[in-house]
């Protein structure tokens, strides 16, 4: 097959767009490197330096595409609380931008990947997707504006569309901003290097962390699978841990000393968030298989002591 993959040099992105090339398939990937890196993608892929807002570039690149995966979005939650207008314009404009470009160009298939902030804070847990989503950051309207407009404009259109709700990812390659840093990367260098994990709050608010490979997996399925046309899917490991507990596997698989804090303020964050798998199990044949221990020391031993052995 023939696939467009925008935020290709993402954390998320690379790992789909190095997949995809190595099992035999074309790709092209176009991402504006605002925080992606190119080196990271292999050989096989055909990379562009490129906007998704920019429509002429698109329709060039959509030739002969099968199916659309749509990562490229800003994703910092509290970024999202200083500049909800880029957010908007990046994560609402971008999408409605591609869609068009899709429509014009006659492209059958794209694949959103959203967010399982979307949700937001939820009495009832793990979450369905038949729950009503309730946004508490920018970033989280935005993802879901960008699933109605993907939808309807899919509907309108004649374009399948399958919206990839996407909990707490991570693993190695995972982007470290200077500022707001993944918890986990975030928890095993500190843990490594003896540092001060810091957990805001009591540390009992809970989230879903899955495995980049499992929510790869997940991607991959949803580009051929039949009966998932407008659908919204969750993609999550299924098991609900706390940031304490979090901190505690840290420490545990690297073996480090860090001294931890809690800071009391807990930044508005959502207390509960788990993800109902039976969809994803239903539709994409999904099965999360990387655990949270194995999935943290893949992680350490990867991402985490090469870069201090540098």
């Not at 068009?100 to 006659?106: C, Q």
């Amino acid at each position: 097959m023939r696939f467009l993959i925008t935020g290709a040099a993402g954390f998320l992105g690379s790992a789909l767009s190095n997949r995809l090339a190595a099992e035999g398939h074309t790709v092209l990937g176009v991402d504006d490197l605002s925080t992606g890196d190119p080196k990271v993608l292999s050989a096989g892929v055909q990379f562009t330096r490129g906007d998704v807002n920019d429509r002429p570039k698109l329709w060039t690149l959509l030739q002969g595409v099968d199916c659309v995966y749509h990562l490229a979005a800003r994703v910092i939650v509290p970024e999202s609380v200083l500049y909800p207008r880029e957010y908007n314009q990046v994560n609402v404009g971008g999408t409605v931008t591609l869609m068009e470009a899709m429509r014009d160009v006659g492209v059958g298939r794209v694949v959103l990947i959203s967010s399982g902030t979307v949700y937001g804070n939820q009495a009832i847990q793990p979450v369905a997707e038949s729950a009503i989503p309730n946004p508490r950051s920018p970033y989280a309207v935005s993802k879901l504006a960008a699933e109605y407009y993907t939808k309807s404009i899919g509907a309108l259109w004649g374009i399948e569309t399958v919206c990839l709700r996407v909990f707490n990812a991570y693993g190695p390659g995972q982007h470290h901003p200077p500022v707001h840093t993944p918890v986990i990367p975030n928890f095993l260098r500190q843990a490594w290097e003896n540092g001060t994990i810091v957990i805001h709050g009591n540390g009992e608010q809970s989230r879903d962390y899955v495995y980049v490979d499992d929510v790869v997996n997940a991607m991959s399925a949803a580009a051929t699978a039949e009966g998932v046309d407008a659908l919204t899917i969750n993609v999550g490991s299924g098991t609900e841990v706390s940031v304490k507990e979090l901190a505690r596997l840290a420490v545990e698989v690297t073996g480090g000393h860090p001294e931890i804090v809690y800071n009391r303020r807990n930044e508005g964050g959502l207390s509960r968030l788990c993800a109902d798998l039976s969809l994803a199990r239903e539709k994409l044949g999904y099965e999360p298989k990387t655990n949270l221990v194995d999935g943290l020391k893949a992680t350490l031993e990867r991402e985490i002591m090469p870069t201090q052995n540098q």
